[in-house]
């Protein structure tokens, strides 16, 4: 899964934004006046363990700040997409 698109050279990282998430796991933290739980899933199904934090820049996010497999859900809260066959991270 490619980390941005890339369009005249600009990265984008729209893909890689988390939407429509429900809580599946407890909140171990808060970032920016959010609730930080330890997993989420979305709406496919899919969960996502907490990774980290990242801070927007100039109101967008740096691919490059993430791994394979991770995702941000605003307000720059990382989550790795778990495997779901085996409950491990991928």
């Known amino acids: ?3 941005s698109v890339y369009f005249n050279d600009l990265a984008f990282v729209e893909p890689l934004i988390l939407r429509n998430v429900t809580p599946a796991g407890p909140v171990i933290a808060n970032y920016a006046d959010t609730p930080v739980r330890e997993i989420v899933r979305d709406e496919w199904g899919r969960s996502y363990c907490y990774a980290g934090v990242t801070a927007p820049n100039n109101g967008s996010y740096d691919p490059t700040m993430l791994q394979d497999g991770e995702f941000v859900l605003p307000p720059g809260i990382i989550y ?3 495997d779901t066959q085996k409950g491990a991270v991928r």
């Open 1 to 3: 899964m490619p980390h």
């Open 80 to 82: 790795r997409m778990l």
